[in-house]
Structures are given as C-alpha cells and as structure tokens.
C-alpha cells in the first residue's frame, strides 16, 4: 500500500453517498413517505427518519459525516421489489438532533436499537455502507438478533484498523492522528483533496459537488467524534457473536476502505458470511455501481 493509499485509507469513514432525498412522482405507484414523529434516544434525542413503502422492513444506516438522503438510488428499488425502506439520520447528522455526547460504539448502536424498537419493526434487513457497519455489529453484539432477519453490509469499516501484533493488516494510530490533525486545520480543503477516489471517473461533478456540500454541513466536532469511534475500537468480538445472514459487497477498486483491510476480514469473522467482490468499484459503490448494488441487497434480502 503506497503512501496516497495508506492516507485514504486512513479517512475510512469519508466515503459517503452524493445525492438527494426521494420524492414519489406522479403516477408511479410508489407510495410516498410516511411521516412520524423522530426517534427519540435513550439521552432524549431526536432521531429523523422517513419511511417508505409497504413490505419486510429495510433498515438504512448511513456514512460518515452524511444522512440518510444518500441512499436515494436504493429506497426506489427496494420499494419496487416489495420492501418498506426506513432511513435515519445519525444524531448530529442531517435533521436529526445533537448535543455534543454519544458519538462513541454503544450508544450509536443504541440509537439504532430505538429505530428499531420504536417502529417495532421485525425480521429487518439492516444495511449499511462505510461507517453504518460498526452500528450494526455493535448493536447485534448488545442488543442480540430478535428483530433482525439478515444484514449486508456496503463497503464496510470494520473489523480494526489499528496495527497490533494480531491486527498486522492495521494502520498506525499516527497515520489517524495525522488525518484529524488535517481536519483540524482545513476540513474543507481536506475533502476537495480526497473526494476523486469515491467515485469514478464517469461520475457526473454535479454529483461530487453535491456530496461535498452534504460532508461540509456536518460539524467538525461531530466527524471528529464519530472518526474516533470507527478507528479507535476493535469490532473483532463482535463480528466473531453475529449468528445472522449477512452478505458484505465491496469494490476491489475502494481506496478508501481497501478490500483486503476491510472487507475480506470482516466476512471472514462473520460464521457463514457471504463476500461478493464488485469489479471496479470504489467506495460510493452503492452510486457508481448502484444497479449491481440494488440487484444484491434484493436477492439477499429476499433469499
């Protein structure tokens, strides 16, 4: 792994997708969302949400530093195969509230555990992309599979990114430090900097610049936070407890969580998990390779 490598792949959690909220047009047959009061937390939070469509229950957890808009190309699809699609924002994240607490593994995971709770949803396919992972395998590991059927997850962060004598696969805590330390000093720049590796060559710059604008709405404080939580926690234990399906879908051309860092150990960790390596894929996977993407998460979530 070259220097530029090792430096994108210690902004893991950057990637995120670049698009907007659906709406449900005329005539479609789609029906449109659902609004309900937030999500509220175990600290007295608001979590907003929407909630589309009628069918086994899909829950989406989103990137680092984005909201649950980014899933725009996947909330049509799963809805027309039949699925009721819910999408949060994370606390301090998009619509949702915040209050400077909470960004560490186990209350992220809690938070998803009142999603779940609270719409009473069972037999739920969770899906995540990037950081959205260690939510679900946090909370599986606290809160166990009752209302979970199977997962998959996109592009994941785990299982460690840490180098240590058992994790020679990891990246020096340094090279983390480094990455915030850049935050620090010019988040902006920092993203203008590595926003190309996310997509492809094809992507289309509304959509880039689309994506940065959505990264630069979320407060320095809160992608610190978060960053913290994804690079600084060992997820090994709990990713070695989970008993439910899981599929884990990751481009073999993903700088920023490289496939052999990320996503081949985290199936591998997984009892029974299934690894589909998508050709050419980066990161935003779930946008440049949305087809190849929807078609995964259906068969799965339908198998």
């Not at 604008?213 to 690079?231: D, F, G, K, Y």
């Given at each position: 792994?070259?220097?530029?490598?090792?430096?994108?792949?210690a902004a893991l959690v950057a990637g995120a997708g670049a698009l907007s909220a659906p709406t449900a047009s005329a005539g479609s047959?789609?029906?449109?969302?659902?609004?309900?009061?937030?999500?509220?937390?175990?600290?007295?939070?608001?979590?907003?949400y929407e909630d589309w469509g009628a069918g086994p229950p899909v829950v989406l957890i989103h990137s680092w530093t984005?909201?649950?808009?980014?899933?725009?190309?996947?909330?049509?699809?799963?809805?027309?195969?039949?699925?009721?699609?819910?999408?949060?924002?994370?606390?301090?994240?998009?619509?949702?509230?915040?209050?400077?607490?909470?960004?560490?593994?186990?209350?992220?995971?809690?938070?998803?555990?009142?999603?779940?709770d609270q719409l009473d949803l069972r037999g739920a396919t969770?899906?995540?992309?990037?950081?959205?992972?260690?939510?679900?395998?946090?909370?599986?590991?606290?809160h166990g599979s009752a209302r979970v059927a199977k997962v998959v997850m996109l592009a994941p962060t785990t299982p460690f990114l840490i180098k240590t004598a058992d994790n020679p696969l990891g990246l020096p805590p340094t090279v983390f430090d480094q990455?915030?330390?850049q935050w620090k000093a010019d988040f902006?720049?920092?993203?203008?900097?590595?926003?190309?590796?996310?997509?492809?060559?094809?992507?289309?710059?509304?959509?880039?610049d689309w994506l940065v604008a959505i990264?630069?709405?979320?407060?320095?404080?809160?992608?610190?936070?978060?960053?913290?939580?994804?690079?600084?926690?060992?997820?090994?234990?709990?990713?070695?407890?989970?008993?439910?399906?899981?599929?884990?879908?990751?481009?073999?051309?993903?700088s920023s969580a490289p496939l052999a860092l990320t996503g081949k150990p985290t199936a591998a960790a997984i009892a029974g998990a299934r690894l589909e390596v998508l050709k050419g894929a980066p990161h935003g996977l779930f946008l440049t390779h949305a087809d190849q993407v929807n078609r995964a998460i259906i068969a799965f979530a339908r198998a």
């Amino acid at each position: 792994m070259n220097r530029r490598n090792l430096m994108q792949a210690a902004a893991l959690v950057a990637g995120a997708g670049a698009l907007s909220a659906p709406t449900a047009s005329a005539g479609s047959g789609r029906p449109a969302t659902r609004h309900h009061a937030a999500i509220a937390t175990r600290d007295g939070l608001n979590l907003a949400y929407e909630d589309w469509g009628a069918g086994p229950p899909v829950v989406l957890i989103h990137s680092w530093t984005l909201q649950s808009a980014m899933w725009r190309q996947q909330i049509p699809a799963l809805n027309d195969a039949g699925f009721r699609t819910i999408a949060y924002d994370r606390r301090g994240h998009g619509r949702s509230d915040g209050n400077g607490q909470g960004y560490d593994a186990d209350t992220l995971a809690d938070d998803l555990g009142a999603v779940l709770d609270q719409l009473d949803l069972r037999g739920a396919t969770l899906v995540s992309h990037s950081m959205g992972a260690c939510e679900i395998v946090r909370y599986l590991s606290r809160h166990g599979s009752a209302r979970v059927a199977k997962v998959v997850m996109l592009a994941p962060t785990t299982p460690f990114l840490i180098k240590t004598a058992d994790n020679p696969l990891g990246l020096p805590p340094t090279v983390f430090d480094q990455t915030r330390a850049q935050w620090k000093a010019d988040f902006t720049g920092w993203i203008a900097a590595n926003q190309a590796p996310f997509f492809t060559p094809q992507t289309p710059p509304e959509t880039v610049d689309w994506l940065v604008a959505i990264m630069r709405q979320c407060q320095l404080p809160v992608a610190l936070a978060t960053s913290l939580a994804v690079t600084g926690v060992d997820f090994r234990p709990d990713l070695a407890k989970m008993r439910v399906p899981t599929l884990v879908a990751h481009g073999d051309a993903d700088s920023s969580a490289p496939l052999a860092l990320t996503g081949k150990p985290t199936a591998a960790a997984i009892a029974g998990a299934r690894l589909e390596v998508l050709k050419g894929a980066p990161h935003g996977l779930f946008l440049t390779h949305a087809d190849q993407v929807n078609r995964a998460i259906i068969a799965f979530a339908r198998a």
